[in-house]
């Protein structure tokens, strides 16, 4: 049995269908399972990372386990009751922040998940590493804006990053998970191409059929406002980590293609597949 832990977000779900669509057991974890919406035949049970009692039962029969994890959460109870149940295989969705051999990490992204793959290595399971940059779902928080008009407005428009779409990590898990060869492998996952902020607009706007626009704010305010409503360090590690890519293209690479078969999905692709998300 495999556990997807994360089950009902962007990747954890695909990932869900990715293994229900080969043919493997799968169990889903959610804190509400009743309206948990995934396919008939996963599994779906409650649990809360947060509650260690409810992990035991979740975890009863399982032997692989796909970790998706909400920021900053504690993963100590989990990977414990993963050992104690038998888990033999891990496969984490990380982050391209970590740097690896570092001293220190750069900033609190990086080091949660470095502080979480570590955790992970130390249980002794068979371990994957899926490590992400700026997935296209980031591309949903701007949905807010343009349901009030055309342009979108935000600092770092010349930003770079080569999206993701979000059935690409699901497939490279689904993989990891179920096939032979992937142990003691860290994959930075890339989309096609290197996208400027801008250029996504553009190109999302392609696909809803509307000509936005990409409208340069200072970071400086933005910062301050996001920082009152979420962790503060979180912020700046994001906008520090945007701002660094600014006029440098994005690393692109085969990983998806090796792994999965298939070229990774374009940017374009994923706006078409998300214009509900847009209306
Ligand atoms: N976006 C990025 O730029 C980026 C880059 C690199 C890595 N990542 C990784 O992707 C993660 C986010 O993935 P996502 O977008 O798929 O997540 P998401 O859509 O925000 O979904 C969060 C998931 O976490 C589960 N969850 C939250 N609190 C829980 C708890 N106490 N106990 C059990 N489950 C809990 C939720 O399940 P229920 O609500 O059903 O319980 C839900 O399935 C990040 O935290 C990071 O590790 C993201």
Redesign the pocket.
Known sequence: MILV????????RETVQALVDAGQPVRA????PES?ALPAEAEVVG????RPSTLAPALAGVTRMFL????G?DTAPLLRAAAEAGVRRIVF????AVVDGAAEQPDVIAAY?HEVEQAVRATGAEWTFLR????A??SLSMAMQLKGGDIVRAPYGEATSAPIHEQDVAAVAAAALTTDGHTGKIYDLTGPQSLTQAEQVRLLGEALGRRLGFEELDAGPVREQMSRFMDGDFVNALFDLMEATVGKPATVNDVVERITGRAPRTYAQWAADHKADFS
Do not use: E, Q
């Not at 974890?29 to 509400?32: C, G, K, M, P, V």
């Not at 649990?47 to 947060?50: F, M, N, Q, V, Y």
């Not at 998706?68 to 920021?71: E, F, G, I, R």
């Not at 969705?93 to 391209?96: C, D, E, I, P, T």
């Open positions: 832990v994360g089950a009902t977000g962007h990747f954890g974890l959610s804190r509400t948990a649990g809360d990372l947060t998706v994890l909400p920021y959460m969705l990380s982050s391209g998940h992400i940059f700026f997935p779902i980031n």
